[in-house]
């Protein structure tokens, strides 16, 4: 209960927290949350940018090596045909004559390999034999040596024989890769394959595999998805069918997720697999990053938010703390309305009083006591006179102004009314001296550059008490004004305005301005035309008006209080309900209820 009365009395600040939340805190959250998805899409998008040009930095390194490799077994093949030259040796193979020939076969080779970047071997078809790491092996020994299975030395040497007719060979266990080059040898042309031995430790990826591809997986694939080399040895992820086009794969591996960049070139497939969080390390990077940036924007836009509402609200807060609701039923503007409401019905109830004095000496010459004259603030001796005008009706906007200009220029009060029933304005004006010099003058020009119409004015002599008004009066007055100030008059006028406001209650625009501007009338003389000869004030006859229309309503159909409040006048709903349950005792679907055809039936 305690905090459903807090929240009424407090409905505008929840008001300006929702607007505040809803207009500002939402949108920005929205657009947040969208650039964060924007930016994660272009940041996968630039990973795997990122990797597969690692994966050609791969492959173009890879390819130099063959090349440089390629390059060497033709300055050798060169350079056995010339006597004196290291490679000469090896074409001197006569094993029939002195197997000394291997020997130095064997020392140029290794003379050799401190040129070549990879362990280097030689193969002649013509006997079989293989020169490899200081050694002359049979196939079998040389794949016993390489690969730790003998009985692989058939498939070698099928290999071998088959490679004579390709530019490169690759034989492998998936751990150790041998290439195959063949070449001719010395004078004879003897046929051979030049060979290197590669293993995981010949890749040096760390020139390419920097930042995020730190811990990345290189690999190489024969077109039928043999492993032939991968920069990470034994512990290889293995790939099938990496000849079906696809570029990206994703792939599980002992509980591990994993990403593979395929990239085929020279009739070999390159392989970059990366770790899925070494791929999200960098989203992640990314994410606390925006986390921070997010967390720091939402606190700025709250922080935005709670200055606007305390910009906004600590003027009516205070206000609403100085005024508050006599019943603690409606919110701050609520309470805020009511006082003002009450403060201007005291202030009007003031100026009634004393135009009613003045208004009294000045047409009848009833004396103002010393007390009331204390009580309204009016001084009892002072400087009065008494402008009356006639060929013109003076606006509410016009009469305020005129008396606005009077008091910025001779710095003096005037109250400005009109004597029903005549035709007559009246301007009472209290002056600071008694010569009130180009007063009327002010006041005769003021009226004829904003009043149409021809206008007749006259100012009364100044006197020095506003118990001698009267005196100025006469001497300005027009006596046939005074004649036509008749009880018929003023019925006639007060029956004139009933029905224009029976015409226009409806319009939320009507008010006592309004009316009084119609008629050519002050305020005052409005309220006073209410009071006397219609027995209520006006605001209090057009809501009465307004409340039986509603009652009418509520009882013949089932339109909204919103809609009823519109067509009765009453822009606020709130208002309206407000004022209706005051008029009436109850609130109005409450009466709908038990007044209306469904409470009837």
Known sequence: MKLKAFLTRRRYLVKIASTCIIFLLVPCMVALGLFLGVARGQLESANEEYYHNTTSMFCAYFQSKLY?????????????????NTAYALSRIQPEVNEYYYWNALQALRTLENTAQYPLGVYYYETGAVLYNACKYTVEGVCDFLYKDAASGAELSAFFREAAESNVGYFSDGKTLLVSMPVRLGAARLDALIFYILDASALDVAQFAAAGAYNAQFSIYAPDSRLLLSSAGANATVLENVADGARIRRIERAGQSQTAFLLENGGLY??????????????????????????????????LGIAMVYVNYRPIQKMADHFPADDGSTDELGGIVRYVERIQSE????????????????????????????????????????????????RWAERAALAEGVRERFAAKMYITDIVG????????????????????????????????????????????ANEIRRSYEACADPAAQRKNTGENVLALRDAVLEFIESNYANPELCQVMVADHFGLSTYSLSRLFKNHVGAGFSEYVNARRIRAAKSLLCEGDKSVAEIASLVGIANANYFS????????????????????AGKG
């Open 270 to 303: 390159f392989a970059a697999i990366v770790p899925l969080d070494a791929m999200q390390q960098s989203l992640y990077t990314f994410y606390s990053s925006m986390q921070l940036a997010l967390l720091l924007a939402i606190f700025s836009v709250v922080l």
């Open 422 to 465: 005549s035709g007559e304005t009246v301007m009472i004006s209290l002056l600071p001296a008694a010569d009130g010099q180009g007063f009327s003058a002010f006041v005769r020009d003021w009226l004829e550059a904003n009043v149409p119409g021809t206008l007749s004015v006259r100012t009364g002599p100044v006197v020095p008490s």
């Open 68 to 84: 440089d490799m390629r390059k060497l077994a033709n300055q050798i093949s060169l350079d056995s045909r010339e006597n004196g």
């Open 347 to 394: 202030m009007n109830e003031r100026n009634l009083a004393l135009m009613d004095l003045l208004l009294g000496n000045m047409l009848s010459g009833a004396p103002i006591p010393s007390r009331e004259m204390e009580r309204l603030g009016l001084p009892e001796k002072g400087w009065y006179c008494v402008t009356c005008v006639r060929g013109g009706a003076l």
């Open 578 to 597: 407000r004022l209706f349950k005051a008029e009436t005792g109850l609130p109005p679907l409450k009466f709908r209820e038990e007044h209306g055809r």
